[in-house]
């Protein structure tokens, strides 16, 4: 069963299933789903513990032991099962397959994984805990949506703020949800409930924004050149290796270029965004920044990149001259800008 994380209290209101399965990579809401689960089975009698990781020397007849042993003085027992690298190997596949298949009604069982890729998604053990367990599935908060998140947040702590303080807000927590809640906890401890005014927020939250090198190009697709400049320079400061910055960034032209240039030859957008396996958020940017930057311009920053390449590892480049992270930040400006 495939359960949304938003509908997750409604379901402990009414029920405890025997297995749950959380995966996700953003951290703070796979722990706060994970604290709700356990908080309703204590409540449920599931007065007993036993927390397993997943390492390299992991035993997996410890998950099985663990399901068939019962309570010295008969209590119902939460078992709980950490797959960090969410790879469990062909051993692991086969014990979580069985484990699915002889839940014991004396136990309750979490098992936390991270996202998966498209190709774990497709194994057999996956699709054995879909069929056992309430799965939860969490998505990233994108940045489109982390407004909208804080101002959740906000309310339920009796508070509010306009879209100005939102946005400000998240520009210094991207990237970082656990510092976002950080931060929406202490404008409850600093303030009163009501509208929280600008100069409050801004007193207030610290920049703790943490910068993803691969979400560069959705900022360069989506034009935000704000956005671009605050990454670059995070990226910078956070001591983030210039060549996978430069590769990432070339990476998203050569795309580019490769999709334009299939325009030009009268192929269909949707169809030159399946062959290029393009989807989510870049596939919603892409149309957009297609119409806004020409074939010119995406040749020319081709170009570009190679003369910044050669900055890099020390060669002359006659076209530019100084910081390679400000040649590459002007070549990123000049995209989102529209070449």
């Avoid at 007993?48 to 663990?66: C, D, I, P, T, Y």
């Avoid at 508070?159 to 990237?175: K, P």
């Avoid at 030159?272 to 020319?300: C, F, H, N, T, V």
């Amino acid at each position: 069963m495939q359960l949304r994380h938003d509908a997750l209290d409604t379901h402990l209101g009414k029920t405890l299933a025997p297995l749950y399965v959380i995966a996700s990579d953003e951290h703070l809401l796979a722990l706060e789903a994970a604290d709700k689960i356990r908080q309703a089975a204590r409540a449920g009698g599931f007065s007993e513990r036993e927390v397993l990781v997943v390492e390299r020397s992991f035993k997996w007849g410890e998950l099985l032991a663990a399901n068939q042993s019962q309570s010295l003085f008969g209590d119902k027992k939460l078992i709980e099962l950490r797959i960090p690298t969410g790879k469990p190997g062909k051993d692991g596949g086969q014990a979580l397959q069985q484990y699915a298949a002889a839940l014991s009604p004396d136990n309750l069982t979490i098992i936390t994984l991270p996202k998966l890729d498209w190709a774990t998604q497709k194994a057999a053990w996956v699709a054995a805990l879909q069929q056992a367990a309430v799965y939860i599935d969490i998505p990233l908060v994108e940045r489109t949506q982390l407004p909208g998140w804080i101002g959740n947040r906000l309310a339920a702590q009796d508070q509010n703020a306009d879209r100005a303080c939102l946005d400000f807000i998240a520009d210094r927590v991207e990237g970082n949800l656990l510092a976002a809640h950080q931060e929406i906890q202490k404008l409850g401890l600093l303030y009163p409930p009501g509208k929280l005014s600008f100069e409050q927020v801004h007193d207030a939250v610290l920049n703790v924004a943490r910068y993803d090198v691969f979400k560069l190009n959705e900022a360069m697709l989506a034009g935000d050149a704000a956005r671009l400049t605050r990454m670059m320079e995070g990226l910078k400061g956070e001591g983030e290796a210039l060549p996978l910055v430069l590769w990432a960034l070339t990476e998203e032209i050569r795309t580019l270029l490769k999709i334009k240039s299939g325009v030009a030859q009268g192929k269909p957008v949707g169809v030159l965004l399946k062959e290029y396996r393009i989807w989510g958020p870049r596939e919603r940017l892409m149309e957009p920044a297609l119409r806004r930057i020409s074939l010119a311009a995406l040749q020319d920053a081709l170009r570009q990149a190679a003369l910044i390449d050669r900055m890099v590892k020390g060669l002359r480049a006659r076209s530019f001259a100084g910081d390679p992270w400000d040649a590459l930040s002007q070549l990123g400006l000049t995209l989102a800008r529209g070449g």
